[in-house]
């Protein structure tokens, strides 16, 4: 099963939390394996919009797949993935399975 990464940005506390609880019972249901790091490369990065971290990571943000976590839709060209707050394990696991594909399809070429 191939590692994947993620980065967060601006997340509180209980996001960070239910995050990793998700993460934890989701792996029979996760294409590859995750872990959340602090530096280093990563295959995908989580901005929070509600925080001021967030907000200014994501004026900066990374090349590669990006997610904001988020209440309201969001319209911003850039952003790859929505996940919707409050946390819910199937659009997380629909999500992270979808950048694994996606990266595993742009390591073929």
Known sequence: MDSM?????GLT????ISLKSILAL??????SEWAII??????????SLS?????????S???GYNAILSTQPAHDQSIDF???RPLR????????NEVAEKVRLKDQR
Request: without cysteine.
């Open 61 to 63: 943000h990374n090349k």
């Open 38 to 47: 602090k530096s280093g490369q990563v295959e995908l990065h989580i901005y």
């Open 26 to 31: 989701s792996t029979g249901a996760l294409n």
């Open 89 to 96: 394990a199937r659009n997380f696991i629909e999500v992270l």
């Open 82 to 84: 929505i996940l919707k």
């Open 5 to 9: 990464r993620i980065k967060t940005y």
């Open 13 to 16: 506390d209980s996001d960070l």
């Open 51 to 59: 925080t001021t971290e967030g907000k200014i990571a994501w004026q």
